[in-house]
């Protein structure tokens, strides 16, 4: 007997696929599983129904059914079910027995077409962590109350100046600084004195600087570029995770100014009129002893008042 709890799931799960398009390898793989366990619920039914007849038959019946049975698949799966399935429609021809396979195959012919088509799909990119975090960031923020959403946009208003004026002069700087690093290092006469500045360099600006600042104007462009975009992300993911739970109609800046992480902001929340609740962040510095390196760590803080 086909189970209700597989056809239910291939119901789901073909849902998923085709109206969010959640087609990953990894979804292509159970839904075609699943198919495979509904083939072989039919296959097991029509077995255990030919052992029946098979005990009321005669010997030689029974041997002429054997010597057809031995040539068949014993197994049957999705990527092999037509041709499972015309061998046993031959067999039918010599056997009737063979009959009660064929019917209870057929009988699931709509769900091993639709494993066919969801198996030639071609899968959905692989998410990043970025994109995952961006996502569940999405997410908070629809389930956000209008005024709480209303708060964070004004939030990112606030800091806007700020961080184009950061932007703008880090870019600058940058841009000043891969100009004197070419200069520098087409100075050198040799390749000795070459890799004496290039060490030089990558001891001042770390390596991984250092290899951007050699990169093409493209490739800086697009790091600053990300750079900008991370800051509006951090401070408006912090905002919604963190104000979800007031009713706020209002934020007013009390002060935004550049810090060790970027902006810093200092925020008086409103409602109605009535100061409810501060909100700000801040960059520190963190680490540098032992085996942590010293790091930027940005500091969020949202007190009821």
């Known amino acids: 007997m086909l189970s209700n709890k597989y056809t239910r799931l291939h119901e789901e799960l073909l849902s998923e696929i085709e109206s969010v398009g959640l087609n990953t390898k990894q979804a292509q793989k159970d839904f075609i599983s699943n198919a495979n366990r509904i083939i072989e619920c039919v296959k097991s039914d029509a077995d255990r129904a030919i052992r029946e007849e098979l005990m009321g038959m005669s010997d030689s019946d029974r041997d002429a059914f054997l010597h057809v049975r031995w040539s068949l698949p ?3 799966y999705v990527h092999q079910y037509k041709g499972a399935l015309a061998k046993f429609k031959k067999a039918a021809k010599t056997h009737p027995l063979f009959s009660k396979k064929v019917e209870a195959l057929e009988s699931v012919s709509q769900f091993v077409e639709d494993a066919l088509t969801v198996k030639a799909m071609k899968p959905a990119p ?30 990112i208003e606030a800091v806007t100046p700020e961080i184009e004026k950061r932007h703008e002069a880090r870019t600058t700087m940058l841009f000043d600084a891969k100009a004197n690093i070419k200069k520098e290092l087409d100075e050198q006469p040799d390749n000795k004195s070459y890799r004496e500045a290039k060490k030089r360099l990558t001891g001042r600006f770390g390596a991984v600087m250092l290899g951007l600042l050699l990169s093409s104007d493209q490739e800086l462009k697009k790091a600053l570029e990300s750079e900008r975009t991370g800051e509006y992300r951090k401070i408006s993911y912090a905002a919604t995770q963190r104000l ?39 960059g520190i510095f963190a680490g540098g002893y032992n085996i942590q390196r010293l790091h930027v760590r940005t500091i969020f803080n949202d007190t009821k008042l």
Request: aromatic share 8%.
């Open 74 to 76: 014993i197994a049957v």
């Open 126 to 155: 692989r998410k990043t962590r970025t994109d995952v975090e961006r996502d569940a960031h999405e997410a908070r923020w629809k389930k956000l109350p209008k005024a709480s959403q209303d708060t964070v946009t004004s939030i």
């Open 244 to 282: 979800g739970e007031y009713a706020i109609d209002k934020a007013v800046a009390d002060s935004v100014q550049s810090g060790a992480d970027g902006v810093e902001c200092q925020f008086t929340l409103f409602n109605n009129g009535v100061a409810v609740a501060n909100f700000g962040f801040k």
